[in-house]
Each structure stands twice: as structure tokens, then as C-alpha cells.
């Protein structure tokens, strides 16, 4: 079955540690994405990326990185710059960027802090 | 300008009745507008989506209703049902390459039996 894949489901980061998310999707859809859910907030775009090797900075993309090597893999670091990273964090895909395409979403990582 | 505005945050009805989620937007170049349903520990799915040229769009029990001129856009679900229960989120996108999603903040919905 096509899908988006999101892994580990659960995640704890120490203080001053980077984190990385993996997101891989089996869809071949061009566009990736990565959004931060917290409570009361909606979902925040941090990443998104039309192709690979390209990306661009969203709303929120401070303390932050990614990467695009592969069409299938989008994978976002949680750098110690990101003061307050707990929340859940959702990885999207989609055939292309805008032009109305829906975005097809994983079951997200919930990332704590310990 | 770039915000969707949803509302109420939270919402609780009765089995049977009919929730009506509301959205606002200010950018007049959105084209496209999903709503997406997302149940606890789950990511969310697309449930229905409109275009500006059409004023209503139906499936199964979800309906979009679109009024262009006051940029507002709204859910409503029919003969809800407990397993209707979950948030839903409303979005909207120009026709420009390069843009995303923006998403409103999200309602959470209890239908109770």
C-alpha cells in the first residue's frame, strides 16, 4: 500500500541534543512537507520541499534543518537551537506544490523533551 | 492576509444534529480550499475540498457551502455520529507554484450519543 511512513512514533530529546525525524513516502509525489501540531495552534509549516535537493524555510523553520537526497525521504533535525520542541510533528506529501494538490499526511511523531 | 481564520475552537452536539464548522480568509488569490479530519494520534486526511467557481459540494455526509464574496467557507455534517468525533482543519492554497497550505486552527468536534 502507498502511504507516508513517520518514524520513531514517540521520541525524547535531552537538553542540548539534536533529533532526527524520519519521514518516507512510497507515493512518488514531488513535494514534501513538515508541519509542527501543538495545541490550539493548527499545524505550523516548518519545511517544505518541491524537488529534490531543494527546500524552503516556512513559517516557523528556526532551529530547524532538512535535508532532500531522495524523492522518497524528507527527514527534519530538531537542532538544540529549538528551545521548545516538544510537540507532535507531521511529515506531508504531495504531487506537486499549490495548483490545488492535496497533501497526503503521515501519523505524526510526538517528540518530548526529558 | 495570508491567515484562515476558523472557528468555534470547540464544538459539542448531539447525535443526529448538525455541526457547522466556519472559516474566513482575507487573500483573495486562495483557489482552493480542503478540509482535512484527524483523529487522536492520527495524522489528518482529506476529507472534502472546493474550488471558488462552485458555491456547494457534497459527499456522503459532509458539505462545503462557499460564499466568494463574504470569503468565507464552512463544513457542515449531517446526522452526525459519535464517529465523527475528532478535529477537523480548514485550508486554503493559491494556483502559484511554490505556495503551501495554510491551515486554520482547527475545531474539535464531540458528538455524543
Known amino acids: 500500500d502507498g502511504g507516508i511512513t513517520q518514524s520513531p512514533k514517540y521520541l525524547f530529546r535531552k537538553e542540548g541534543q539534536n533529533v532526527t525525524l524520519s519521514c518516507e513516502q512510497n507515493?512518488?509525489?514531488?513535494?514534501m512537507y513538515w508541519y509542527r501540531q501543538d495545541p490550539g495552534q493548527g499545524l505550523r509549516l516548518i519545511y517544505y520541499?518541491?524537488?529534490?535537493?531543494?527546500?524552503q524555510k516556512g513559517d516557523i523553520a528556526e532551529g530547524y534543518s532538512v535535508s532532500r537526497e531522495k524523492k522518497e525521504s524528507f527527514p527534519l533535525t530538531v537542532t538544540s537551537a529549538q528551545k521548545n520542541p516538544t510537540a507532535f510533528y507531521l511529515c506531508?506529501?504531495?504531487?506537486?506544490?499549490?495548483?490545488?494538490?492535496?497533501?497526503?499526511f503521515g501519523d505524526g511523531t510526538r517528540l518530548s523533551i526529558l | 492576509q495570508q491567515q484562515v481564520k476558523q472557528s468555534p475552537q470547540s464544538l459539542i452536539v448531539q447525535k443526529g444534529g448538525i455541526p457547522i464548522i466556519n472559516c474566513a480568509y482575507e487573500?483573495?488569490?486562495?483557489?482552493?480550499f480542503p478540509w482535512y479530519q484527524q483523529f487522536p494520534g492520527k495524522g489528518p486526511a482529506l476529507l472534502i475540498a472546493?474550488?471558488?467557481?462552485?458555491s456547494e459540494k457534497k459527499e456522503g455526509r459532509f458539505t462545503i457551502s462557499f460564499n466568494k464574496s463574504a470569503k468565507q467557507f464552512s463544513l457542515h455534517i449531517m446526522d452526525s455520529q459519535p464517529g465523527d468525533s475528532a478535529t477537523y482543519f480548514c485550508?486554503?492554497?493559491?494556483?502559484?507554484?511554490?505556495?503551501?497550505?495554510?491551515f486554520g486552527k482547527g475545531t474539535t468536534l464531540s458528538v455524543s450519543s
Open positions: 485550508a486554503a492554497s493559491t494556483n502559484q507554484a511554490g505556495t503551501a497550505l495554510i
Open positions: 506531508a506529501s504531495s504531487i506537486g506544490q499549490g495548483a490545488r494538490q492535496p497533501q497526503h
Open positions: 487573500n483573495t488569490a486562495f483557489d482552493y
Open positions: 507515493l512518488n509525489h514531488d513535494a
Open positions: 472546493i474550488r471558488p467557481d462552485v
Open positions: 520541499s518541491q524537488i529534490v535537493n531543494d527546500f
